[in-house]
């Protein structure tokens, strides 16, 4: 069964009642930032749990507020009462150390209209003092309260049963087939599972724009302000060639600007996306051209290995097309060499003009990624190498290369063998990597050189 066709529950709630740390303790991992901070969840976060032997789909939603539906907590309302309504399930929240607020009554109200089963949750209940306040949520009329504490692990256990208890039979729950592409059949034969794709960028860049623009759908609470993802969320989409676990990010700025420790640990999220994807796309806002910070970026994906797209948003709002691209072009062959090639797409995420390129060139830049040269083409390019450039002297003597051979993909991985090669200077393995990459059509992905020297058996142990 796929996470779209698993029973789905909801955690529901105002603000800074517990629900991210009771998502995290239900799914067993810190999967939903945490903080003291009201209003830290902003977007939907989905996660899977094994709930007394049932698999459900759990979804972290943001707090309840009443706003109006053009502000930014309208916009994040409008998103958590979606979510609502896909629920098998609802955990209403409440914070028994607070007792109840009108907010929570006035929500209470709203979710009995919504025909869905509720289960109420009084978190905060440590202790006997926390078990009795908790007995005055009997007032909203939602049924029995379960008394817990989400922080410390009381009453979990108790709560994975009635949620097991209260789901619909397997076979009865409601399916969720994502749509299928034009020409889509059966299910995504690759072995390997979903390809897994970040959207990484600075703030304000149009991320989540642009995640909202390939689902077809408003699931990313977007807007002029900067930084309105803090957290990473993981969505599914399907393609004509497949299934793509896609990873919506929090803008990365300067770590020297870095200050609050709620930005921290939304950028500690976002490097983490990004070690876990196998293709980032990395968002340029092109109105404002390449900045350091891009660079940086690029350079840490290179860092870790992975295939790279640069999307340069916001294309319909650039005058000079011709100019703009070529001056990103230049900087990039020149700050980013290390990943010569590395193909480039312009599309406006607002208006969706051109974002249909950004998936095939998401495809090809992973296929590359994943590409192997057989043995016996390496060295005969490699021979080819040596002879219109001999290996330098070091020490007075030249260094005798041998041979090389492909130790692995993801990415592509050369090893070479020689007397000495691990004294190869850089200026030469940078000769050898370039060839590689031009040779065997490898632009746009970090290609390894790994060195190592052959024993000389006469020396002294």
Not at 42 to 48: L, Q, T
Not at 432 to 449: A, C, D, K, Q, S
Request: hydrophobic residues 40%; glycine residues 8%.
């Amino acid at each position: 069964m796929t996470s779209e066709n698993l029973p789905v529950v909801v955690i529901a709630g105002r603000p800074n009642v517990g629900k991210s740390t009771l998502f995290n303790r239900l799914v067993g991992r810190r999967q939903a930032i945490v903080s003291d901070m009201p209003g830290v969840t902003r977007d939907r976060k989905e996660g899977e749990a094994l709930l007394r032997g049932r698999r459900v789909r759990l979804i972290d939603t943001a707090g309840l507020e009443e706003a109006a539906p053009d502000t930014l907590y309208g916009r994040m309302r409008a998103s958590s009462e979606s979510a609502v309504a896909m629920a098998d399930l609802v955990l209403f929240c409440i914070d028994a150390r607070s007792g109840i607020t009108p907010a929570d009554a006035h929500f209470a109200s709203w979710l009995r209209r919504q025909n869905r089963p509720v289960l109420l949750i009084a978190n905060k209940a440590e202790g006997q003092a926390g078990t009795n306040a908790a007995l005055e949520a009997y007032s909203l009329g939602l049924g029995t309260p379960l008394a817990l504490s989400a922080e410390h692990g009381e009453g979990i256990a108790d709560l994975m049963g009635e949620i097991a208890e209260r789901l619909p039979p397997a076979e009865k729950s409601r399916r969720r087939e994502a749509p299928k592409a034009e020409g889509e059949e059966g299910e995504d034969e690759r072995p390997a599972g979903p390809l897994r794709l970040a959207i990484i960028g600075r703030p304000n860049a149009g991320k989540s724009t642009l995640l909202n623009c390939l689902l077809g759908e408003e699931r990313m609470i977007t807007g002029p302000e900067a930084g309105l993802t803090r957290d990473s969320i993981a969505v599914t989409l399907h393609d004509e060639h497949g299934e793509i676990r896609l990873v919506d990010t929090a803008g990365m700025r300067k770590r020297a600007r870095v200050e609050q420790h709620l930005e921290k640990m939304s950028v500690s999220a976002s490097i983490e996306a990004l070690k876990m994807a196998e293709v980032v796309v990395l968002v340029i806002d092109a109105t404002l051209g390449v900045h350091e910070q891009d660079l940086q970026i690029g350079r840490l994906i290179e860092r870790e290995g992975r295939a790279c797209v640069i999307a340069l948003n916001k294309w319909d709002a650039v005058e000079d097309r011709n100019a703009t691209k070529k001056a990103i072009l230049d900087r990039l062959e020149i700050s980013l060499a290390q990943v010569r090639g590395i193909p480039v797409v312009t599309f406006s995420a607002l208006t969706g003009a051109g974002v249909h390129r950004l998936l095939p060139a998401v495809r090809n830049v992973y296929e590359i990624w994943n590409s192997r040269v057989s043995t016996g083409e390496l060295n005969r390019w490699f021979e080819d190498a040596l002879e219109r450039h001999q290996p330098p002297l070091v020490d007075g003597r030249r260094l005798k290369l041998r041979y090389m051979t492909q130790v692995k993909a993801r990415p592509p991985t050369f090893l070479l063998f020689g007397t000495r090669a691990e004294m190869l200077p850089d200026s030469y393995k940078r000769y050898l990597v370039n060839g590689l990459r031009e040779t065997f059509h490898m632009p746009g992905v970090p290609v390894r050189l790994q060195l190592r020297g052959t024993k000389n058996p006469y020396a002294e142990k």
